[in-house]
């Protein structure tokens, strides 16, 4: 693919999150006795903070407004006199894992548990692009010169992603998943009927939420593709799975209950692994700790 190159600035912010992948069935978001509990709590918008006072991990970007914006570990920043003084973007102090602009006119950032967000031209609100982004979260984004709405992003485990059309949606620039198969077309269509709405678009895992960044005890459903564990596991404990549920996630049914047959949850199986490459599936199941 040849493609100009890139022109953006890209800035990474770390975010302090921690995952804790646990099997195929959930996992929860860990970080402190708290975890993110004060995230649910209402913030003054008026305070105003020192540069000083700002987090200790930040990323300053200057807009063609004027206007400087701080990409923190605690939320988004806005200071009107140069960086004296600065008050909160958004209201929720939620860890900003990218901020960058494009020609400082475009200013674009990726806030945990929200999603992708933009200022664009004269504005001075952000508006979100998208929040289905599921457990990935953008450390990089830059666009290509003459193809504003064309953008690349990474995202934290390394993986290339691209969008058309501004940001609204993705596609993985390794071309995955790659249905070919009549079944795995069928295990396609079983996997947006049924499973969708909790592992996310092509098994990219549930979105990040207030409550699973808030509830310790919540498990969310993870991702089916390379990223997470679903490929350290046999063809038959994914079934298994499938058809008679988890004990340890109640939000995961026993779908052989629910009317999936035995071939169903293999043509599923076969889907899941049409989002995998070729060393990934050589690696499936025992093999994995030789892989890793």
Known sequence: MNRKESRSR???????????????????????????????????????????????????????????????ESGLFV????GKFWKRSYPFPLPVTMITTFDNENLYAFVVGKGLFSIRGDETEWSLINNQMGTQFLVSLSSEEGEINRLVARNQYGKQIISDDGGESW????????????????????????????????????TYTIEALTNRDYLMAPPLDESAHAWHHTDEALMKTILEGSSR????????????????????????????????????????MQCM
């Open 249 to 288: 996630q109640s939000r995961m049914p026993a779908w052989g209950d629910l009317g999936v047959t035995k071939a169903d949850a293999s043509h599923l199986v076969a889907y899941i692994k049409s989002l995998w490459g070729e060393r990934i599936r050589d690696c499936q199941g025992p093999r994995h």
């Open 79 to 82: 200071s009107e006199d140069g």
């Open 171 to 206: 596609v993985r620039a390794d071309g995955f998943p790659k249905v070919k198969t009549m079944v795995e077309r069928r295990g396609e269509k079983l996997f947006n009927e049924k499973c969708q709405s909790c592992h996310g678009i092509a098994g990219i895992g549930e």
């Open 10 to 72: 890209m800035v990474t912010v770390l975010a302090v999150v921690v995952v804790v992948i646990a099997g195929v069935t959930g996992y929860s978001l860990l970080s402190g006795d708290e975890v993110y509990a004060n995230h649910t709590q209402p913030v003054d918008m008026e305070r105003q903070f020192s540069f000083e006072q700002l987090p200790e991990q930040k990323t300053i970007i200057k807009h063609a407004s004027g206007l400087q914006y701080a990409g923190t």
